[in-house]
C-alpha cells in the first residue's frame, strides 16, 4: 500500500505536533505532545515490529535448544504480530525457567540474549 | 465538565474555609503525572485571590499510592523548611469531587524540566544541581520521629529495607504484567542473591526524587519539591540511586538529574546527609532503581492497556521507559555475570 501505514502515522504525528500552539490548556498541550510521539513510535512498530519478534523467538528457540533440549520449543506459524506475541510469551516463560535454575556459564548466556534482546526492542526517542 | 468540577470545588472551600463568599476561576488541567488529575485554579474571597493546585484520584491511579502519605509529606517538609508547596486541605472520601483529593498552594513562575529534553537547566545546570542534592541529603539526614512521619509505611529495621523494597514491587510486577518479563524476572532474582548491606539509618524516602519533579524559577532557584506520593520509610539510598538513575539524567549519565557530575552529586549528598554512599550498597539501590522503574512502567502499561487510565503518559511509560530500564539492566547485570 503506498502511502505505507507508517507514512500516513507519520505525518499524523507531524500534523499533531503542529496543532500544538494553537491549544490553550497546558494539559491538551502535553497529551497532544504525547501522542504524537506515541504515534512516531507506532509507525516505527509498523516497519520493525514483526521482524523484531520473530528475531527474538530464533534467538530464544536456539537458546533453549542448546541448554533445555527435553522440550520442543514452539515454532512461529503466522507472522501476526498476535500469533509472534503467543510464541514470545511461551517462549519467554521458558526463558525465565531456565534462569532461575542456570549455573554461572547459562547464566552468563541467557544476560548476553537479554542484553540482545534489549537493545533490539530500544525504542528510540529521534 | 472542568465548569461543574468548579463550582463543587467552591462549595467545599467555602465550606471548609468557612468563607460563604468564595467563588473559583480559571480551573484548567495542567500536566501532573497519570497518578493524580492536576488543576490549577483561583480562589476568591473577602477581596484577596489565592492561586491554588488541586491533586485529585483519577479513576485508576498509575501506583496506588495513598493520598494522604502525600499530604503528610507536604505537611512535615514545609514545616521543616524545604521547598515544597504549603498543603492547605485534604479529604480521602469521595463526596465533595467524588475522588480523594487535596489542595496547596500554587508554585508560580517556574517550571519542571521535562526528562525528554537535552539540557533543561541551561546556565543554571550547576546553581539547580547543587540545590537538588543538597535538598536531598537534607531529606536522607531528617528524622522521621522528628518529622512526625514515622508510622509511614515500609521498612521497620536496618536489614529489611531492601527486603521490603523488593518484595514491594516484584509484587506490583506479579500483579501487573501482561507479558512475561524476563529482565525483570532475571534482575528481581540477581537482587535476592546479592543483597545491598543494611541501611545505614532508617529515613524518609521521598520515593520519586528525579529530575522533572521539582520546579525551578526562572534565575535556577528550586521552588519545590512535588510528587511525595510514593513517600515511605526505608534506606536513604533508595533515593540516590533513583536520583542517580539514567532514565532522569537528560540522555548524560555522567551528570545525573542534567545536573551535576556524579561524583560531585554523591559528595554533596555525603556532606548534607552525614551518611555514606558506599559504591557497592549503591550499587545495588541503582540496580534496584531501574528494577522500580520498570514495575511502575508495567503498571502504567496495564492500565493503559485495560483502559482504566487512558492518559497517554501510561502509554509512553509502558513503552518507551520499560524499554530503556530493560536495557539498563540488561546492560548492567550481563556485565556481572
Known amino acids: ?126 | 465538565m472542568a465548569e461543574a468540577l468548579e463550582e463543587r470545588l467552591a462549595r467545599y472551600l467555602a465550606a471548609k474555609l468557612d468563607a460563604p463568599d468564595l467563588t473559583v476561576h480559571a480551573l484548567s488541567r495542567i500536566p501532573g503525572g497519570a497518578s493524580r488529575e492536576t488543576y490549577r485554579f483561583r480562589a476568591r474571597h473577602g477581596g484577596s485571590e489565592r492561586k491554588l493546585i488541586l491533586r485529585r484520584d483519577p479513576p485508576a491511579s498509575l501506583i496506588e499510592t495513598e493520598r494522604a502519605t502525600e499530604f503528610r509529606a507536604y505537611q512535615a517538609f514545609f514545616k521543616l523548611g524545604l521547598p515544597v508547596p504549603e498543603p492547605i486541605a485534604l479529604e480521602l472520601d469521595g463526596t465533595a469531587l467524588e475522588r480523594p483529593f487535596f489542595i496547596m498552594a500554587e508554585i508560580e513562575d517556574a517550571q519542571a524540566g521535562s526528562i525528554l529534553a537535552p539540557d533543561p537547566y541551561g546556565a543554571h545546570r550547576d546553581k539547580v544541581g547543587r540545590q537538588f542534592w543538597n535538598i536531598l541529603g537534607t531529606i536522607a539526614g531528617a528524622d522521621p520521629q522528628a518529622l512526625g512521619l514515622s508510622d509511614f509505611d515500609g521498612a521497620k529495621s536496618c536489614g529489611d529495607c531492601w527486603r521490603h523494597e523488593v518484595a514491594r514491587w516484584e509484587k506490583v510486577v506479579d500483579e501487573d504484567e501482561a507479558e512475561p518479563q524476563p529482565i525483570v524476572r532475571g534482575a528481581i532474582a540477581w537482587l535476592k542473591q546479592n543483597p545491598p548491606p543494611p541501611a545505614q539509618k532508617i529515613a524518609v524516602v521521598h520515593g520519586d526524587y528525579r529530575s522533572g519533579n521539582f520546579l525551578v524559577d526562572g534565575s535556577g532557584g528550586i521552588r519545590a519539591i512535588l510528587d511525595w506520593e510514593m513517600a515511605h520509610l526505608g534506606d536513604p539510598l533508595e533515593d540516590l540511586g533513583w536520583a542517580l538513575d539514567p532514565l532522569w539524567a537528560h540522555h548524560d549519565p555522567s551528570h545525573p538529574a542534567g545536573t551535576l557530575a556524579r561524583g560531585d552529586a554523591i559528595r554533596i549528598w555525603e556532606e548534607t546527609s552525614g551518611l555514606k554512599a558506599d559504591p557497592e550498597a549503591l550499587s545495588w539501590w541503582e540496580i534496584f532503581a531501574s528494577v522500580k522503574g520498570c514495575a511502575i512502567w508495567i503498571s502504567a502499561a496495564q492500565e493503559y492497556a485495560t483502559r482504566r487510565n487512558d492518559d497517554p503518559v501510561n502509554a509512553f511509560s509502558g513503552w518507551y521507559c520499560l524499554s530503556f530500564h530493560n536495557q539498563v539492566l540488561a546492560n548492567r547485570l550481563e556485565a556481572l555475570a
Open chain 1, 1 to 126: 500500500m503506498k502511502p505505507e501505514a507508517s507514512d500516513i502515522l507519520d505525518i499524523s504525528a507531524g500534523q499533531l505536533m503542529g496543532l500544538i500552539p494553537s491549544l490553550s490548556a497546558s494539559y491538551q498541550q502535553s497529551a497532544t505532545a504525547v501522542h504524537a510521539l506515541l504515534i512516531k513510535f507506532a509507525a516505527r512498530e509498523y516497519e520493525r515490529g514483526a521482524e523484531i519478534r520473530a528475531a527474538e523467538n530464533a534467538d530464544i528457540r536456539t537458546l533453549l535448544a542448546e541448554l533445555a533440549p527435553e522440550a520442543t520449543a514452539p515454532e512461529d506459524t503466522s507472522l501476526a504480530i498476535s500469533a509472534l506475541n503467543a510464541v514470545n510469551a511461551e517462549l519467554r516463560r521458558r526463558l525465565i525457567a531456565l534462569h532461575a535454575q542456570a549455573d554461572a556459564a547459562t547464566n552468563k548466556r541467557i544476560w548476553r540474549l537479554l542484553k540482545d534482546m534489549a537493545a533490539r526492542r530500544a525504542v528510540p526517542l529521534f
